[in-house]
């Protein structure tokens, strides 16, 4: 008898990545992947536990799962919590939620199925010496690949719990993230984007250039046509990356720039105990944009920090119309146990940061009008990653996946049949003019005369 598994992922492109590692050492024990929570035998939550509203919501997801349990016939099946949240609050969860069968915390993502195996007396199963380890990954219709470089973080913001439960900052080998990404690349030929994740990327290698190594030889891969990094710290590493990336000429890495300032007030920036200044993040953003002229800058502001003064919110909004900033994710201060700034005196009350986040928000998005004018008319190589009734959604070279903004362009069925031109086919790079901007997402048309690219243009 085979013993099944189903894994729900929370959480961010970090947490995907992780979840295949869980994935790979279940089949490699012997499991079979189940195609529904309802029809496991082993329901494995991978958590996340960041902020509050992201612990809210594994609280939930976990409560779901257990009622889930009461109406499905297989009664033993074991719920399995894995991960930050999971690493963060093991003696909470053991303490209050009896029905969670096993906590396993960070670090033990590889060794999953050897845990549970080990624990349930699970019968040894015939170990699996194929490289299909990624069963579902090959059915996926994903285009994106996140694959992580390092863990943990040594940085300390003091706002930060991430390296309470992650632990040190350490890097993968390089032969073995490009193990991974071929091993997936073996059985699932839709991949076509590689997003470098981890807490800290700027810290990976020994010095810069194992780092542009990594890159280089991901540019390698035929089946690789946009190269994301993700999360580079704010700081003179990340300009050097940045200069470095400039002069190779590399043909693969997008005009995207992830680099989180938190705040620009520099008093607050050192009770944040993070480096740089109003004036640094403006330099830095500058200069990446003189570099690459089509780059596009994502950033995250924490917002209502001890201390925080109204001052210091206008000055957030300074700093966002100045750098006419792209893309911006808010996130409100949560006091977090086990921080440094937890101590901290002047917490702001939890409705003013509401009010402010809300205020940054509207700030931001009178700013994102002028910004998205800017691209009418403009024409984006991009990739088609969905076909839904009658409409076709492309992400453009300067866009994450799941997180940025989508292009989406009217499927005319009529004019592809009358011109006799093959309907677009998904995971292809196609161009795409903007005619509009709504809400997040932008409009656009395919022009019909433009040919399919093999190869992204950047
Ligand atoms: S850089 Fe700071 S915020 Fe990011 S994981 Fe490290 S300690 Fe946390």
Same mark, same amino acid.
């Not at 549970?116 to 090959?138: A, G």
């Not at 694959?147 to 940085?155: L, V």
């Not at 994502?298 to 966002?320: A, C, N, Y």
């Given at each position: 008898?085979?013993?099944?598994?189903?894994?729900?992922?929370?959480?961010?492109? @970090?947490?995907?990545?992780?979840?295949?590692?869980?994935?790979?050492?279940?089949?490699?024990?012997?499991?079979?992947?189940?195609?529904?929570?309802?029809?496991?035998?082993?329901?494995?939550?991978?958590? !996340?536990?960041?902020?509050?509203?992201?612990?809210?919501?594994?609280?939930?997801?976990?409560?779901?799962?257990?009622?889930?349990?009461?109406?499905?016939?297989?009664?033993?099946? *074991?719920?399995?919590?894995?991960?930050?949240?999971?690493?963060?609050?093991?003696?909470?969860?053991?303490?209050?939620?009896?029905?969670?069968?096993?906590?396993?915390?960070?670090?033990?993502?590889?060794?999953?199925?050897?845990?549970?195996? @080990?624990?349930?007396?699970?019968?040894?199963?015939?170990? &699996?010496?194929?490289?299909?380890?990624?069963?579902?990954?090959?059915?996926?219709?994903?285009?994106?690949?996140?694959?992580?470089?390092?863990?943990?973080?040594?940085?300390?913001?003091?706002?930060?719990?991430?390296?309470?439960?992650?632990?040190?900052?350490?890097?993968?080998?390089?032969?073995?993230?490009?193990?991974?990404?071929?091993?997936?690349?073996?059985?699932?030929?839709?991949?076509?984007?590689? !997003?470098?994740?981890?807490?800290?990327?700027?810290?990976?290698?020994?010095?810069?250039?194992?780092?542009?190594?990594?890159?280089?030889?991901?540019?390698?891969?035929?089946?690789?046509?946009?190269?994301?990094?993700?999360?580079?710290?704010?700081? %003179?590493?990340? *300009?050097?990356?940045?200069?470095?990336?400039? @002069? &190779?000429?590399?043909?693969?890495?997008?005009?995207?720039?992830?680099?989180?300032?938190?705040?620009?007030?520099?008093?607050?920036?050192?009770?944040?105990?993070?480096?740089?200044?109003?004036?640094?993040?403006?330099?830095?953003?500058?200069?990446?944009?003189?570099?690459?002229?089509?780059?596009?800058?994502?950033?995250?502001?924490?917002?209502?920090?001890?201390?925080?003064?109204?001052?210091?919110?206008?000055?957030?909004?300074?700093?966002?119309?100045? !750098?006419?900033?792209?893309?911006?994710?808010?996130?409100?201060?949560?006091?977090?146990?086990?921080?440094?700034? $937890?101590?901290?005196?002047?917490?702001?009350? @939890?409705?003013?940061?509401?009010?402010?986040?809300?205020?940054?928000?509207?700030?931001?998005?009178?700013?994102?009008?002028?910004?998205?004018?800017?691209?009418?008319?403009?024409?984006?190589?991009?990739?088609?990653?969905?076909?839904?009734?009658?409409?076709?959604?492309?992400?453009?070279?300067?866009?994450?996946?799941?997180?940025?903004?989508?292009?989406?362009?009217? %499927?005319?069925?009529?004019?592809?049949?009358?011109?006799?031109?093959?309907?677009?086919?998904?995971?292809?790079?196609?161009?795409?003019?903007?005619?509009?901007?709504?809400?997040?997402?932008?409009?656009?048309?395919?022009?019909?005369?433009?040919?399919?690219?093999? $190869?992204?243009?950047?």
């Amino acid at each position: 008898m085979e013993f099944s598994f189903f894994i729900t992922t929370l959480g961010c492109l @970090k947490n995907e990545a992780d979840s295949r590692q869980i994935h790979k050492s279940m089949i490699l024990n012997g499991f079979k992947q189940a195609k529904s929570i309802k029809e496991s035998d082993f329901h494995i939550i991978n958590t !996340c536990g960041f902020i509050e509203e992201a612990k809210k919501e594994t609280i939930e997801v976990i409560f779901d799962s257990i009622s889930l349990k009461k109406d499905i016939t297989n009664k033993n099946q *074991k719920l399995i919590v894995v991960g930050c949240f999971a690493q963060r609050y093991k003696e909470e969860i053991q303490k209050e939620i009896a029905e969670v069968d096993l906590i396993i915390g960070t670090g033990e993502y590889h060794r999953v199925g050897d845990i549970i195996k @080990k624990n349930f007396e699970v019968p040894v199963f015939s170990k &699996k010496t194929s490289t299909n380890f990624y069963y579902d990954i090959s059915k996926q219709k994903k285009f994106y690949l996140p694959i992580k470089i390092s863990e943990g973080c040594n940085r300390n913001c003091s706002f930060c719990a991430i390296p309470s439960f992650k632990g040190k900052f350490g890097y993968r080998e390089k032969a073995e993230i490009l193990q991974e990404i071929q091993e997936v690349l073996k059985i699932n030929s839709n991949i076509k984007e590689i !997003c470098i994740v981890s807490q800290d990327t700027n810290s990976y290698g020994k010095n810069i250039e194992e780092f542009i190594s990594l890159l280089e030889d991901i540019e390698l891969l035929p089946e690789i046509h946009w190269i994301r990094i993700l999360y580079l710290y704010p700081d %003179l590493k990340t *300009k050097k990356i940045l200069e470095k990336i400039h @002069k &190779k000429k590399f043909k693969k890495i997008v005009p995207y720039l992830e680099s989180p300032v938190q705040h620009v007030s520099e008093s607050i920036l050192k009770k944040m105990n993070r480096f740089g200044s109003y004036t640094f993040f403006v330099d830095l953003f500058t200069y990446a944009r003189e570099l690459f002229p089509n780059l596009e800058i994502r950033t995250s502001f924490l917002v209502g920090f001890p201390g925080e003064t109204i001052r210091d919110v206008e000055l957030i909004q300074k700093f966002i119309e100045e !750098c006419q900033i792209e893309h911006i994710t808010f996130f409100p201060y949560s006091r977090e146990e086990g921080t440094a700034s $937890y101590h901290y005196l002047n917490q702001v009350k @939890k409705k003013e940061i509401y009010y402010r986040v809300n205020q940054l928000q509207n700030f931001y998005e009178e700013q994102l009008k002028q910004i998205t004018s800017k691209h009418i008319h403009k024409t984006f190589n991009c990739l088609l990653e969905n076909i839904t009734s009658g409409q076709m959604v492309f992400r453009r070279p300067q866009s994450a996946p799941e997180i940025d903004d989508n292009v989406l362009v009217e %499927l005319k069925y009529k004019d592809f049949y009358e011109k006799k031109i093959p309907l677009p086919k998904l995971g292809n790079f196609y161009d795409v003019t903007i005619t509009g901007f709504a809400t997040y997402d932008y409009i656009g048309e395919l022009s019909l005369n433009s040919k399919l690219h093999t $190869y992204a243009k950047i």
